[in-house]
């Protein structure tokens, strides 16, 4: 019994080196920090919150432990196409904070199907040839999120100056921060941004993929076990120009091990976006596995629909918006209780 177990324990570490040590022969692993990555999970399952009130305010049940003390400074719901996103500011990081809520219409079963939508050509300057999802395009370039996401960032820098962001997000949000991440750097020239998401689906072709890399050398996709939607929208081998491609570096957080030596690593992928070590190598069949990310839950408290509920007071920070879209706002460096008292 005894030597089984120490064969147990040898086969274990050898899946251990063989995971995280065969990229390094490779190429120089990038720069992934497992402490950062958990904390911004946190930040975007906090996007999740139903309750408006407690989300501004920074008291919600999931606005604690490595999010602490986060001053919130934009939150933006688009109520006529289910999409919310915040801008803060973490003292602890100093940096400014994005994060952007996956689909929470329906059920994740129906709207999976949804991520069969055609290509559209991809209108940035200097990628010819690069195509993206048309829906997840339009989720953040056409809709309110954008200038409310633009203008909170721009007034936390003018607080609190030229400091980092990172951007994040999970599921349909990751999509949308990714081209958020994009966006700041193509057309509004910041150089330090982040991004770190969570269960994306791809979002575009391998030219594209190819155009994000340069611009996003270290931008990482976590992906969990057997996630249905890091899986689509398909990946067609035969169609390398035609077919939906993941940009790189994917960090594939699964288990190894033998019966009851099992052991969590996060693996780091290679830099093509397609890895077929990682979570390629393995069906993706789970809803349930695209729900909870390093062990934080990854979905609304009230799942079927685009609920909201909000505090009467919290309309006092409602700042003109168009049509179907709540913007709650305030001033950096002020508590909740110093505006509403300047109000």
Not at 288 to 305: A, K, N, T, V, W
Request: charged share 20%; proline share 4%; aromatic share 10%.
């Amino acid at each position: 019994m005894e030597r089984r177990r120490w064969l147990q324990a040898a086969v274990l570490m050898c899946l251990l080196l063989l995971c995280s040590g065969r990229e390094l022969k490779d190429e120089p692993a990038p720069v992934y920090n497992s402490t950062l990555a958990k904390t911004l999970a946190e930040y975007t399952s906090a996007v999740y919150t139903t309750d408006l009130s407690q989300l501004f305010t920074w008291t919600c049940e999931k606005c604690n432990d490595l999010t602490q003390g986060f001053e919130m400074i934009e939150l933006i719901i688009d109520v006529q196409n289910c999409l919310e996103a915040y801008v803060g500011f973490a003292s602890d990081m100093n940096a400014i904070v994005v994060a952007f809520r996956g689909t929470q219409e329906n059920s994740i079963q129906n709207w999976i199907e949804d991520l069969f939508w055609k290509q559209l050509d991809f209108d940035y300057p200097g990628m010819a040839e690069a195509k993206v999802h048309s829906g997840f395009y339009s989720a953040y370039h056409n809709t309110t999120l954008r200038d409310g996401v633009i203008n909170g960032i721009q007034k936390t820098m003018e607080a609190y100056g030229n400091v980092p962001i990172m951007v994040t997000g999970h599921s349909m949000g990751a999509s949308m921060a990714s081209f958020c991440a994009l966006d700041l750097i193509v057309n509004y020239g910041l150089k330090d941004v982040t991004l770190l998401t969570f269960g994306q689906p791809r979002i575009g072709n391998a030219v594209f993929a190819s155009h994000f890399k340069k611009y996003l050398p270290n931008a990482i996709r976590v992906t969990n076990e057997h996630d249905i939607v890091p899986h689509l929208p398909p990946y067609y081998h035969y169609f390398p120009q035609k077919t939906y491609h993941h940009f790189p570096r994917e960090v594939w957080v699964h288990n190894v091990g033998l019966d009851s030596l099992v052991y969590p690593i996060e693996q780091i992928c290679d830099d093509s976006g397609e890895d077929p070590a990682c979570s390629r190598s393995v069906s993706g069949n789970s809803v349930q596995d695209h729900l909870h990310y390093l062990g934080i839950s990854m979905h609304s408290e009230s799942r079927g629909s685009c609920r909201i509920v909000t505090d009467g007071n919290m309309l006092r920070y409602k700042i003109g918006a168009p049509d179907g879209t709540i913007i709650l706002s305030k001033q950096p460096g002020l508590s909740v209780d110093q505006q509403l008292s300047a109000l």
